[in-house]
């Protein structure tokens, strides 16, 4: 069964950093390209970041030089690392595991860490 | 940028009832579009990928259909669980991947 669990949100003050971790299990995850998609309050669902099974990785304009996504492929887990955070970087932050290949829809997603930036 | 727009934003229809959702994207995204439910407090899960396939447990009575630039999420007879917000996505124009705002289905 593949499960993803995020983990690492919190209470930070505008201008601050987070890493968030999600770790995987039930697949090879080396082979998958991951994504960070984020939901604000009451909001829709918002692309954040990607990571090809290659390092290969993308961004929102929103979180471009700000935000950088990696994987430890040893440890099966995605990670996103968030500096210069903004008031409206406040999110529910889902990890989602892509289809495979050049598939990117998302198939599986964790429950989600909060993250709130606030001072 | 391409901007997909989901149409309408809440659709209040009885159980046993057909549901029919549209998503429009402002630019041709062939056939590379899902749909996702989402329930309050939970995650997404993926309906239907690529217009008209159904994610694995997915219901026969979810279907998808379009090309280009018109896309349909269509429930064919609601059942109670259904009542959730539906979102669609494209994968064929990016960066960015980018989500419609989603369609609100309540019950009537």
């Known amino acids: 069964e593949v499960q993803l669990l995020e983990s690492g949100g919190g209470l930070v003050q505008p201008g601050g950093s987070l890493r968030l971790s999600c770790a995987a299990s039930?697949?090879?995850?080396?082979?998958?390209?991951m994504t960070w998609v984020r939901q604000a309050p009451g909001k829709g669902l918002e692309w954040v970041s990607n990571?090809?099974?290659?390092?290969?990785?993308a961004y929102a304009d929103s979180v471009k030089g700000r935000f950088t996504v990696s994987r430890d492929n040893s440890k099966s887990t995605l990670y996103l690392q968030m500096n210069s955070l903004r008031i409206e970087d406040t999110a529910l932050y889902y990890c989602?595991?892509?289809?495979?290949?050049?598939?990117?829809?998302?198939?599986?997603w964790g429950q989600g860490t909060v993250v709130t930036v606030s001072s | 940028e391409t901007v997909l727009t989901q149409s309408p934003a809440t659709l209040s229809l009885s159980p046993g009832e057909r549901a029919t959702l549209s998503c429009r994207a402002s630019?041709?995204?062939?056939?590379?579009l899902a749909w996702y439910q989402q329930k309050p407090g939970q995650a997404p899960r993926l309906l239907i990928y690529?217009?008209?396939n159904r994610a694995t447990g997915i219901p026969a009575r979810f279907s998808g259909s379009g090309s280009g630039t018109d896309f349909t999420l269509t429930i064919s007879s609601l059942e109670p669980e259904d009542f959730a917000v539906y979102y669609c996505?494209?994968?064929?124009?990016?960066?960015?991947?980018?989500f419609g705002q989603g369609t609100r289905l309540e019950i009537k």
């Open positions: 690529d217009t008209s």
């Open positions: 989602a595991k892509t289809m495979g290949g050049l598939d990117i829809h998302f198939d599986h």
């Open positions: 990571i090809h099974n290659d390092g290969g990785t």
């Open positions: 996505q494209q994968r064929r124009n990016w960066p960015p991947i980018t």
């Open positions: 630019q041709n995204i062939e056939i590379y």
């Open positions: 039930g697949f090879t995850f080396s082979t998958y390209a």
